[in-house]
């Protein structure tokens, strides 16, 4: 066999909190006029106390609501594939396993989220969310989940993304979000994911109706995301296979990495792989500091992995991955040596893409293929030394909306870096 499934009643009722297991305490988020250790009262008009709760939560595990397990089990547990055409392509010893979160409404691992920052917005009262949003993942994935609980949404979408994926857009709109291009007030530029957040924030203080919704780097984004580790640590057993060697996934804000791999962290044997793109290599070339979370400078200062808030990366193709900073779980345990990062120019990610289309026949997203660069080098790698070496990756999404930069790779016009 080589695909696990678990029934809709396997899906785990708690979500992981890998908080109590960090080499180091975390340090708090700052306020960005006093520096002090901002409180709940700071961030109460931005996100629920549900939420706010979960993000200094030190409890290990923090239970989900039935009303949010109701609609993850719409297409969850997700399931987890070995990939033994790509092993045979690649004639290597490893085992390769992937989860597979593309079988999410909107595609994407980012619906696990989604889906629990909808439900606590609207146990707490609120009729409205304002968002950003960068290649449209998470701006989709909101826009489905906003539609379950009957909540307005304003999408703003990084410009360039706005022009170049319209497809996004319709799926948005089809949920019923409303999309505008960012940032608002400088209509020739092409906006970045910092800018987006400065205009989303901007958009819900001024309002007693809305809050603010983030998919990715908050602590609560990735705890929501533990299901994809839990429910693969169970699948694993079930293929009677061993812990993994390492567990590798795209990093852009950290979630889909978290998802799979915090459960992970207190098995010390598993290495942990965090995967980002040259053109923004937040982990492998940014300084650990206290920085803003976006292009303003309104968001709380966060200990993180950092290019300056004000770094303004390239238009890649994997739209998800451009962004300064990281989550500051995922920047704890790069830097005390518990999670490792690699970099991967856009040219070597693609070429990885493609292979994996050809063998295992999913087209992944362009940050999806960032993951599967990663596990190909560490099957490669287990070759070398004839090494049976279990990997597991993160499977974050399809890229059927993404088909233009596969267009541009088939044909020549791919930026290499
Ligand atoms: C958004 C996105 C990412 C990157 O975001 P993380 O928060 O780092 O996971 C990766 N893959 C897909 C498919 C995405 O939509």
């Known amino acids: 066999m080589s695909r696990w499934t678990l029934s809709p009643d396997q899906i785990p009722s708690a979500w992981f909190n890998v908080a109590p297991h960090l080499p180091t305490p975390p340090q708090p988020p700052l306020h960005p006029g006093t520096r002090e250790p901002v409180g709940p009262d700071d961030l109460a008009p931005l996100f629920p106390m549900a939420c706010i709760g979960q993000e200094v939560s030190a409890m290990p595990w923090i239970d989900i609501p039935g009303e949010v397990l109701d609609i993850l089990r719409l297409w969850r547990p997700t399931p987890l594939v070995r990939a033994t055409r790509l092993e045979q392509a690649l004639g290597t010893p490893a085992r390769i396993y992937f989860k597979d979160e593309s079988v999410s409404p909107s595609g994407s691992h980012k619906t696990n989220t989604a889906v629990a920052q909808a439900f606590y917005?609207?146990?707490?009262?609120?009729?409205?969310?304002?968002?950003?949003?960068?290649?449209?993942?998470?701006?989709?994935?909101?826009?489905?989940?906003?539609?379950?609980?009957?909540?307005?949404?304003?999408?703003?979408?990084?410009?360039?993304?706005?022009?170049?994926?319209?497809?996004?857009?319709?799926?948005?709109?089809?949920?019923?979000?409303?999309?505008?291009?960012?940032?608002?007030?400088?209509?020739?530029?092409?906006?970045?994911?910092?800018?987006?957040?400065?205009?989303?924030?901007?958009?819900?203080?001024?309002?007693?109706?809305?809050?603010?919704?983030?998919?990715?780097?908050?602590?609560?984004?990735?705890?929501?995301?533990?299901?994809?580790?839990?429910?693969?640590?169970?699948?694993?057993?079930?293929?009677?296979?061993?812990?993994?060697?390492?567990?590798?996934?795209?990093?852009?804000?950290?979630s889909n990495l978290g998802g799979i791999a915090f459960p992970f962290v207190p098995d010390e044997t598993v290495r942990l792989l965090a995967v980002e793109p040259t053109s923004c290599p937040t982990l492998t070339q940014g300084r650990f500091d206290y920085d803003f979370g976006d292009v303003a400078g309104m968001t709380p200062l966060m200990p993180m992995y950092t290019l300056g808030h004000d770094f303004v990366p390239p238009s890649i193709h994997a739209g998800g991955l451009r962004y300064h900073g990281d989550s500051p779980l995922v920047s704890a345990l790069v830097r005390d040596e518990r999670m490792e990062a690699i970099a991967y120019p856009?040219?070597?990610?693609?070429?990885?893409?493609?292979?994996?289309?050809?063998?295992?026949?999913?087209?992944?997203?362009?940050?999806?293929?960032?993951?599967?660069?990663?596990?190909?080098?560490?099957?490669?790698?287990?070759?070398?030394?004839?090494?049976?070496?279990?990997?597991?990756?993160?499977?974050?999404?399809?890229?059927?909306?993404?088909?233009?930069?596969?267009?541009?790779?088939?044909?020549g016009r791919l930026e290499q870096g």
């Open 121 to 254: 917005n609207k146990q707490e009262g609120i009729t409205r969310l304002s968002t950003e949003t960068g290649a449209g993942q998470w701006g989709t994935a909101l826009s489905f989940a906003c539609s379950q609980f009957d909540l307005d949404l304003k999408v703003y979408m990084v410009r360039a993304s706005y022009q170049q994926k319209p497809y996004r857009k319709i799926a948005m709109e089809t949920w019923g979000a409303e999309v505008v291009p960012s940032p608002v007030d400088e209509p020739d530029h092409p906006g970045s994911l910092g800018s987006a957040i400065s205009d989303a924030v901007r958009d819900c203080v001024g309002r007693e109706d809305t809050h603010y919704s983030l998919g990715s780097v908050l602590n609560h984004v990735l705890l929501h995301q533990t299901v994809i580790g839990l429910e693969a640590k169970e699948q694993l057993e079930l293929a009677g296979e061993r812990l993994p060697d390492v567990v590798v996934a795209s990093c852009g804000g950290g």
């Open 346 to 411: 856009q040219g070597k990610v693609f070429e990885a893409a493609v292979q994996f289309a050809r063998t295992e026949g999913k087209i992944p997203a362009p940050e999806t293929a960032h993951a599967i660069r990663g596990a190909i080098d560490e099957a490669l790698a287990a070759k070398e030394t004839g090494e049976e070496r279990v990997v597991l990756f993160n499977f974050s999404g399809h890229g059927f909306l993404d088909l233009a930069a596969y267009d541009d790779y088939t044909h």
